[in-house]
């Protein structure tokens, strides 16, 4: 069990707090300057037996599990943990001040394995900024909010599941036959008799056993991003994966998992069920086919708990907050934004007029 203050990472030079610097294996120091080197850890980025994890409960202590202190925002719910040196008391997520004070102990999987930071926050509002710029009927004013905005970096969590599949199933394969139809027409008053071909399917019962083997199915576990942009942001380079190490969380949040290790199983059971039916077409073959009964059964289910670095602006137009987001890894952008009416309203006006001006000519 580890100790559920996060652990602080002085300098060496002057004893302030050391932030992990994207792109790099270090960390420095933001008020001497200080390049700290990340130790290299004999951890390796395993699997871990699923069934085992779950029976894990919570009264027992296993090293598989740590204590942490989360912060639960007030205003969205998001549940984030302050990484070793994070001053920010704002929530990443909508902007609310979040209230350090009020953490609380939570008992978690630890994880696995991450990907660190590769984009530093500089390069992540230039991102942003070209993002507002290439915007169409944005409002103008919005380009200036870009400089009173601030930005986060924030580690998600998500589980990868690898299981090899076991399914048998009963269906039936169709497989296509042309038929010559007669029939009958009057032309020039005569009947005459004319043939077409008409496709048919004749069907025959087909059942049997497939097996697939999945490899790092990947599930969000974070339920303050809307389930769009997750996916949005996707891919993530897993073979990058790192051995879990506390100094990529300097300076950065990490918000804690709320889809736990079991209901993220499920969610990935749902994205092993297309992948298991087009191997069953493939497995009945002919040209077409029915599948009636599907019954699969997971062996060898492994886990990892990792966590999947991007940067967030939560900023705020008008009354209200827009997400942006900014994929720490590759720059993959997905954001939320605001639209003209005026600008939209001109230029619906504007093509009106160009239309019976149009009219106007033609008639002319
Ligand atoms: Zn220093
Ligand atoms: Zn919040």
Same mark, same amino acid.
């Given at each position: 069990?580890?100790?559920?203050?996060?652990?602080?990472?002085? &300098?060496?030079? #002057? %004893? @302030?707090?050391?932030?992990?610097? !994207?792109?790099?294996?270090?960390?420095? $120091? /933001?008020? +001497?300057?200080?390049?700290?080197?990340?130790?290299?850890?004999?951890?390796?980025?395993?699997?871990?037996?699923?069934?085992?994890?779950?029976?894990?409960?919570?009264?027992?202590?296993?090293?598989?599990?740590?204590?942490?202190?989360?912060?639960? &925002?007030?205003? #969205? %719910? @998001?549940?984030?943990?302050?990484? !070793?040196?994070?001053?920010?008391?704002? $929530? /990443?997520? +909508?902007?609310?001040?979040?209230?350090?004070?009020?953490?609380?102990?939570?008992?978690?999987?630890?994880?696995?394995?991450?990907?660190?930071?590769?984009?530093?926050?500089?390069?992540?509002?230039?991102?942003?900024?070209?993002?507002?710029?290439?915007?169409?009927?944005?409002?103008?004013?919005?380009?200036?909010?870009?400089?009173?905005?601030?930005?986060?970096?924030?580690?998600?969590?998500?589980?990868?599941?690898?299981?090899?599949?076991?399914?048998?199933?009963?269906?039936?394969?169709?497989?296509?036959?042309?038929?010559?139809?007669?029939?009958?027409?009057?032309?020039?008053?005569?009947?005459?008799?004319?043939?077409?071909?008409?496709?048919?399917?004749?069907?025959?019962?087909?059942?049997?056993?497939?097996?697939?083997?999945?490899?790092?199915?990947?599930?969000?576990?974070?339920?303050?991003?809307?389930?769009?942009?997750?996916?949005?942001?996707?891919?993530?380079?897993?073979?990058?994966?790192?051995?879990?190490?506390?100094?990529?969380?300097?300076?950065?949040?990490?918000?804690?998992?709320?889809?736990?290790?079991?209901?993220?199983?499920?969610?990935?059971?749902?994205?092993?069920?297309?992948?298991?039916?087009?191997?069953?077409?493939?497995?009945?073959?002919?040209?077409?086919?029915?599948?009636?009964?599907?019954?699969?059964?997971?062996?060898?289910?492994?886990?990892?708990?990792?966590?999947?670095?991007?940067?967030?602006?939560?900023?705020?137009?008008?009354?209200?907050?827009?997400?942006?987001?900014?994929?720490?890894?590759?720059?993959?952008?997905?954001?939320?934004?605001?639209?003209?009416?005026?600008?939209?309203?001109?230029?619906?006006?504007?093509?009106?007029?160009?239309?019976?001006?149009?009219?106007?000519?033609?008639?002319?």
């Amino acid at each position: 069990m580890t100790q559920s203050a996060p652990r602080q990472f002085p &300098c060496r030079n #002057c %004893g @302030a707090g050391l932030v992990f610097t !994207p792109g790099t294996n270090e960390m420095t $120091c /933001p008020y +001497c300057g200080d390049v700290n080197p990340i130790p290299t850890t004999s951890q390796t980025v395993d699997e871990q037996n699923f069934l085992e994890q779950l029976e894990v409960d919570d009264g027992q202590s296993s090293d598989l599990m740590t204590e942490v202190l989360t912060v639960r &925002c007030q205003s #969205c %719910g @998001a549940q984030t943990t302050l990484g !070793p040196n994070v001053t920010a008391g704002r $929530c /990443p997520f +909508c902007d609310s001040p979040i209230i350090a004070a009020r953490a609380q102990s939570q008992r978690l999987v630890k994880p696995k394995a991450l990907l660190p930071f590769a984009i530093n926050r500089d390069q992540a509002m230039e991102v942003f900024g070209r993002w507002l710029k290439g915007l169409w009927f944005a409002p103008d004013s919005l380009k200036r909010t870009y400089q009173r905005t601030g930005m986060n970096g924030v580690y998600l969590p998500a589980w990868t599941y690898d299981t090899n599949t076991q399914t048998v199933y009963v269906g039936e394969r169709g497989e296509d036959y042309y038929e010559t139809q007669w029939y009958t027409v009057m032309v020039n008053g005569r009947s005459q008799r004319q043939s077409r071909n008409v496709k048919k399917t004749r069907w025959y019962p087909a059942n049997g056993q497939v097996t697939v083997d999945f490899d790092d199915v990947l599930i969000m576990a974070s339920q303050s991003l809307p389930g769009r942009y997750v996916q949005e942001l996707e891919p993530w380079d897993l073979k990058a994966l790192q051995p879990y190490q506390p100094e990529y969380l300097a300076g950065f949040f990490a918000e804690s998992y709320q889809v736990n290790l079991q209901q993220g199983f499920e969610q990935a059971r749902a994205l092993m069920e297309e992948p298991i039916r087009q191997n069953i077409r493939q497995d009945i073959g002919g040209d077409r086919q029915r599948i009636y009964t599907v019954n699969t059964s997971y062996h060898d289910i492994s886990f990892k708990h990792i966590l999947l670095p991007v940067w967030i602006s939560a900023y705020h137009y008008g009354n209200r907050t827009f997400l942006f987001v900014v994929n720490a890894r590759t720059g993959e952008v997905q954001g939320d934004r605001p639209y003209s009416w005026v600008k939209i309203t001109l230029l619906v006006v504007l093509m009106c007029g160009l239309i019976v001006l149009g009219l106007w000519m033609l008639q002319g």
